[in-house]
């Protein structure tokens, strides 16, 4: 990601008990969750550590698909309509998502699991760094 260049960033945050979601959209659609337990920032400050250079804004409209499918996964259901998405991912990091996505509400499978399930038995550690990185958590559990 270094010397890449993100457009406006508008975010927003979403409170859930003692959770707080933060949700950064672009204007091509979701781009980050960020979690907090406990704790509440304002949006354009927790995201402005991780994109200091970037320009932000506040805005909940825009986030608003997002902080639905979030919602939705948070109560266990299906997030409805495809959500429009800013991110990129190499074949293998997709692979990997898509598998974790189409894991049944309420199951878990391994990172070796999830290997096999994308075709690469020995590749358990690479599915943990992918889903390390993961900017879209709740989307991608």
């Known amino acids: 990601m270094a ?5 406006d960033i508008f ?3 979403i409170k859930l008990d003692r959770l707080t979601v933060y949700l950064a959209s672009t204007g091509k659609g979701a781009f980050r969750v960020g979690l907090g337990l406990n704790r509440s920032s304002h949006p354009k400050h927790f995201f402005g ?3 200091p ?3 932000l804004a506040e805005d909940e409209r825009l986030n608003r698909p997002l902080a639905e499918a979030v919602e939705a996964a948070l109560r266990n259901r299906p997030a409805g309509n495809a959500l429009s998405m800013d991110v990129s991912f190499t074949p293998f990091q997709w692979a990997v998502l898509e598998a974790v996505a189409s894991i049944p509400f309420g199951q878990t499978r391994t990172y070796g699991e999830v290997a096999s399930m994308v075709g690469r038995p020995l590749g358990a550690r690479a599915v943990g760094q992918v889903m390390g990185r993961n900017p879209l958590p709740l989307i991608f559990p």
């Open 3 to 7: 010397g890449k260049t993100f457009p």
């Open 11 to 13: 975010c927003s945050k």
């Open 49 to 51: 550590r991780l994109f």
């Open 53 to 55: 250079a970037e320009r």
